[in-house]
């Protein structure tokens, strides 16, 4: 095993998540932002209740939030492959 011998203190970052969830009837929409204090990124989806089922809010706000959160991590993984793809632009030396 390896020890870290570094006098570094560790590095760490706090990123915010802030979900809006608006009712419109049977639909639930969401407009979600993730600020990791470098970039913004946003989300806005929805989620429709079946006309057959009981309304029940929270299995809305569930999908309707949970969807935004797939949408966003989908972006961060998006991000994360266009920034350490090599660049083409020569670093001059």
């Given at each position: 095993m390896t020890?870290?011998t570094?006098?570094?203190r560790p590095?760490t970052k ?6 809006d969830?608006f ?7 969401v407009?979600?932002?993730?600020d ?5 990124l946003q ?7 079946n006309p057959?089922?009981?309304p029940?809010?929270e299995i809305?706000d ?5 969807r935004?959160?797939?949408d ?6 998006r ?5 350490a793809?090599?660049s083409?632009?020569?670093v001059?030396?």
């Amino acid at each position: 095993m390896t020890r870290n011998t570094s006098t570094e203190r560790p590095h760490t970052k706090q990123w915010s998540v802030r979900l809006d969830l608006f009712e419109e009837g049977d639909l639930t929409k969401v407009h979600a932002v993730l600020d990791t204090g470098d970039t913004t990124l946003q989300s806005r989806t929805s989620a429709q209740r079946n006309p057959h089922e009981t309304p029940v809010p929270e299995i809305g706000d569930e999908y309707a939030a949970g969807r935004a959160l797939i949408d966003l991590g989908n972006q961060l993984l998006r991000a994360g492959r266009t920034d350490a793809a090599p660049s083409d632009i020569a670093v001059p030396g």
